[in-house]
């Protein structure tokens, strides 16, 4: 969709702010630009919509040399998104939304309601917001018109500058996932450019690392932690990329346990005897649909369950669940759903029914995910084909 072929900008002064760049952006893929202040990202971004000139190569949209474009017609098909944002301070936050369309040539009634529309996609209330002047927000609220205002005329592409930069963390985090919520659906050719490792490695499909006007590593989240390609790559995304790595890493099928499984109505004296007989020390529950309930253990509660009493079943000594997650969700959360529960475990259940009980996920087998991704990564192999070798017990 976005290819450069041996871009070069040198300004005026000598200075090389990109040097001889090639790569290419696929349809609907999110790319971050990440690197040290100077590096040339923003002249990357800003030659996309012929606000600067390369000095040599060429820049293809869709196929087609963007030399060849009339700007204005160009910056039609790209939504562009700057850290100041740059709303019109006399205009108020539906004008401002409505921008480009007014430049469209769109009549009122039309702008006022793509822009309401727009608003309320980027969760900004039209009939709260929508006559306030940028003034009258918060800094993550003026982020969010800024986009808002980006996708007005629903461009194919976003070029996005450090668009959550001025914000502060926590704020900014709530941007990022809701821009992730946003572009699962919209499926937007993003340029996204940012300083921040985590930012990048949060949101990338792939990420560009940059050294000096040159592109280091150009592959995705996973593989710039786990692989580093250079020594400046691994210096630039820490020492702490194991950790990193947990945020991007999904629990996959692969990594769940299958420990025993009762049903709610089963008899209790039946449900215990068979998670001694396994040797297990407690039970996954599930209801009629097979569901995930909680869980049981194989201790009872009260003596008198001992005596095998008929009447007694797993529904009356079941506890429920809170520690579960959806197959696919990061290890980072699966980490920290232990930690919040004191969980020694976390079930995983089917990511689109949110209900069936599919196994769970111990700190072990957490920890083996993690090092099976990396391995997985150096050597270009799925991660379901890496088997660890574990040192033997004595
Ligand atoms: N108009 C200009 N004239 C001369 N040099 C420039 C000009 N604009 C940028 N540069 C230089 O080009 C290099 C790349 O700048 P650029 O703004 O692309 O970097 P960046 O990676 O986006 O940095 P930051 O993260 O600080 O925004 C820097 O050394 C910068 O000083």
């Known amino acids: 969709m976005i ?13 090389t702010a990109v040097d001889d760049l090639s790569f290419e952006v696929a349809e609907g893929e999110l790319v971050t630009l990440v690197g040290p202040s100077g590096c040339g990202k923003t002249t990357t971004m800003k030659m996309v919509n012929r606000l600067i000139e390369p000095t040599s190569g060429q820049i293809f949209l869709d196929g087609e040399d963007i030399a060849s474009v009339d700007p204005v017609e160009l910056r039609r098909r790209i939504g562009y998104v700057i850290q100041q944002v740059g709303l019109f301070p006399h205009k108020t936050v539906l004008d401002n939304t409505g921008t480009v369309p007014h ?91 940012t300083h921040d490792i985590e930012e990048a490695v949060r949101l990338g499909d792939r990420i560009a690392v940059y050294g000096e006007g040159r592109v280091e590593q150009f592959d995705p989240p ?26 991007v890493t999904p629990i996959e099928t692969a990594d769940l346990e299958a420990p025993p499984v009762v049903h709610l109505d089963d008899r209790l004296s039946e449900a215990t005897a068979r998670m001694r007989a396994e040797g297990a020390h407690w039970a996954v529950v599930l209801d009629d649909a097979d569901d995930l309930h909680g869980w049981v253990s194989a201790e009872p509660a009260d003596p008198a369950d001992a005596e095998a009493d008929a009447t007694v079943t797993v529904r009356d000594r079941a506890r429920r669940m809170e520690a579960w997650l959806p197959l696919g969700a990061p290890l980072k959360q699966a980490f920290s759903t232990m930690l919040q529960h004191d969980a020694g475990w976390i079930a995983v259940v089917d990511a689109a029914s949110e209900g069936r009980f599919l196994g769970v996920l111990t700190p072990t087998r957490l920890h083996e995910a993690l090092r099976r991704s990396i391995d997985a990564d150096e050597r270009d192999v799925p991660r379901a084909d890496v088997s660890l070798e574990t040192v033997p017990e004595k």
């Not at 980006?150 to 450090?162: Q, R």
């Not at 996973?222 to 945020?247: E, H, I, N, Q, W």
């Open 3 to 15: 290819r450069f072929e041996n871009v070069t900008k040198r300004y005026p002064d000598g200075t």
């Open 103 to 193: 430049l469209l040539g769109w009549s009122k009634a039309k702008r006022r309601e793509r822009a309401a529309e727009l608003l309320d996609l980027v969760g900004l209330d039209p009939a709260v917001f929508g006559d306030r002047y940028p003034d009258q927000l918060s800094g993550g609220q003026r982020q969010r018109v800024g986009v808002a205002r980006a996708l007005a005329a629903d461009p194919p592409v976003l070029l996005m500058d450090e668009p959550f930069g001025a914000v502060d963390p926590v704020v900014r985090e709530h941007l990022q996932t809701e821009f992730l919520k946003l572009q699962s659906s919209l499926h937007k050719t993003v340029l996204f450019v």
């Open 222 to 247: 996973t593989k710039v932690l786990g692989a580093p390609a250079t020594p400046y790559v691994a210096d630039f995304v820490g020492a702490d990329r194991g950790l990193k790595r947990l945020s």
